[in-house]
């Protein structure tokens, strides 16, 4: 079974620019999140998604973080403009249930 | 607004010791507790998932217990191996999901 998959592994950029970030969840996983993670921190839930629609989204900074998942699978977060507090490791995950989530490798954001 | 802290922050070893990382939280209106092994540069990998009705979770040489009257998890790691050595993370289900902020285990040959 494949694992959830992420894109761009690592990811420079200045501050003010945009970035997005790309995940695909273990097919048949119904529920997506994605988390930030600020070095030596846990992580912490920017928003979930059940199938295409927003469950959660609660601690997502919607002035300049925006996610979506269209089609109900893939889903892309964007930040823009980025700032230089937004340099953290961003991770997607996905579940079949409200139990085990599953998480994909990462995306490293350093901003300048 | 459920806290989650977790102690000790770093933790040394010797190989073949026994081990206990600690997990605390404020809300004990949990639907679950996993714990979470984390490796440098790698996504998180799922150890253990203990149900809210649940007392305790065993596979392998780990044990995690779930006291929710006192907010306490712990993980119980038996004979620990180099191969070990990573940041433990639980994580509570409640009305959000939230994460503790980890206890990195270094276990030396």
Known sequence: EAGVAQSPRYKIIEKRQSVAFWCNPISGHATLYWYQQILGQGPKLLIQFQNNGVVDDSQLPKDRFSAERLKGVDSTLKIQPAKLEDSAVYLCASSSSTDTQYFGPGTRLTVL | KQEVTQIPAALSVPEGENLVLNCSFTDSAIYNLQWFR????????????????????????????????????????????????????????????????????????
């Open chain 2, 38 to 109: 984390q490796d440098p540069g790698k996504g998180l990998t799922s150890l253990l998932l203990i149900q809210s009705s649940q007392r305790e979770q065993t596979s392998g040489r780990l044990n995690a217990s779930l006291d929710k009257s006192s907010g306490r998890s712990t993980l119980y790691i038996a004979a620990s191996q180099p191969g070990d050595s990573a940041t433990y993370l639980c994580a509570l289900t409640g009305n959000q999901f939230y994460f503790g902020t980890g206890t990195s285990l270094t276990v030396i040959p």
